[in-house]
């Protein structure tokens, strides 16, 4: 449920109140009076900071908000390659991350503090966006961890019995133990190779397409 309509009335609740205690200054005479005004001139101010804060946070999360920068156009586009080798795409399609989330699903950390960590990253990415030069290639900050894979595949059957799961070069004991990547070289380590992009097709779907948008 959006908060959006609660801070719309706050806020103008508060200035309806500010006016009316500069008006009336002498209401604050009494005991009443000065409780109203603590709370309008005090708690309102930082009860709609936390809010929007917290709204602001929330949206920071959507696919939306993540491809709004230009120079994250292509990975939206990615998204919608028509092959099976496009980790990103194959998730994207097949709901298998919310898609109005797919981005924060992928790329944040699911360990304790991880949201926090993952909105340190995101605004180290505003920043570079506005302030620095945005590499042509861009680069995760370290190495993807496969835990945040097997967050949600560990102990799905299309993970356990997985032929590819099992054979020798990458055992499942040593996956469950992130000994051995996903991302290995032969396994999945196509995630959105967006340099070319110019030479696939794509998937034509209204509702992933307005997904994006």
Request: proline residues 4%; charged residues 20%.
């Amino acid at each position: 449920m959006s908060v959006w309509p609660f801070l719309v009335v706050w806020f103008i609740l508060t200035v309806v109140s500010l006016l009316y205690l500069a008006i009336r200054p002498g209401v604050t005479s009494g005991a009443v009076g000065k409780a109203f005004a603590f709370l309008w001139i005090f708690l309102a101010p930082i009860l709609a900071l936390l809010g929007g804060a917290s709204a602001h946070l929330e949206r920071s999360k959507s696919t939306e908000f993540c491809l709004s920068c230009h120079v994250m156009e292509p990975y939206g586009k990615s998204l919608l390659v028509d092959d099976g080798e496009y980790l990103a795409a194959q998730h994207y399609q097949n709901n298998r991350v919310p898609r109005d989330h797919a981005c924060y699903a992928c790329h944040t950390d699911y360990v304790m503090f991880g949201g926090v960590r993952a909105k340190l990253r995101g605004l180290r990415h505003v920043f570079v966006n506005y302030f620095a030069t945005v590499p042509d290639t861009i680069r995760l900050y370290s190495p993807f961890n496969s835990r945040e894979c097997l967050h949600c595949h560990r102990g799905s059957r299309s993970f356990e019995e997985s032929s590819g799961h099992r054979d020798e070069e990458t055992p499942l004991d040593a996956i469950r133990a992130g000994r051995v990547s996903c991302l290995e070289a032969g396994c999945h380590d196509v995630a959105h190779n967006v340099h070319e992009l110019s030479d696939v097709t794509y998937w034509k779907s209204i509702a992933a397409e307005a997904s994006l948008r």
